[in-house]
C-alpha cells in the first residue's frame, strides 16, 4: 500500500508557472505507474498526465501538451508536475494517483489507480 501527499499547488497569474509535488510513502515506488488528474468546480475529475513505471513513458491530455512536463525520482519516491504557461481553464483541484501493476505503460483511465492523494489547489488568474 501507498500514501500519497501533494504539494506545491497556490494562486498564480496567467502565463505563469507552478511546480506541483507528490511523494509517495511505503516501498516498491517503482512498480507504481503514476499520473495525475485534477477536478474544476462543477466538473468531473480529468486525466491531465501519466507516467510509467520506469519514467519512460509519458502521456499528457491534449490541452496541456508542450506546457506540462511530468517527471519521477524513483530514488526518492516523488513524481512531480511542471505547469508552464498556466492559464485559466487549468484552475483545479490536483491529485496524485499510483496504480501498482507490473505492466511497462501508462494509463489514463482513473478507474486502473488504486491510490489517491488528498490534492493541491491550484487557481491561475487572468
Known amino acids: 500500500q501507498v500514501q500519497l501527499e501533494e504539494s506545491g499547488g497556490g494562486s498564480v497569474q496567467a502565463g505563469g508557472s507552478l511546480r506541483l509535488s507528490c511523494a509517495a510513502s511505503?516501498?516498491?515506488?517503482?512498480?507504481?505507474?503514476m499520473g495525475w488528474f485534477r477536478q474544476a468546480p462543477g466538473k468531473e475529475r480529468e486525466f491531465v498526465a501519466a507516467?510509467?513505471?520506469?519514467?519512460?513513458?509519458?502521456y499528457y491530455r491534449d490541452s496541456v501538451k508542450g506546457r506540462f512536463t511530468i517527471s519521477r525520482d524513483n530514488a526518492k519516491n516523488t513524481v512531480a508536475l511542471q505547469m508552464n504557461s498556466l492559464k485559466p481553464e487549468d484552475t483545479a483541484v490536483y491529485y496524485c494517483?499510483?496504480?501498482?501493476?507490473?505492466?511497462?505503460?501508462?494509463?489514463?483511465?482513473?478507474?486502473?489507480?488504486?491510490?489517491w492523494g488528498q490534492g493541491t489547489q491550484v487557481t491561475v488568474s487572468s
Open positions: 507516467i510509467s513505471r520506469t519514467g519512460e513513458t509519458v
Open positions: 494517483a499510483a496504480d501498482r501493476t507490473q505492466l511497462l505503460g501508462v494509463t489514463d483511465k482513473a478507474y486502473n489507480y488504486n491510490y
Open positions: 511505503g516501498r516498491s515506488f517503482s512498480t507504481y505507474r
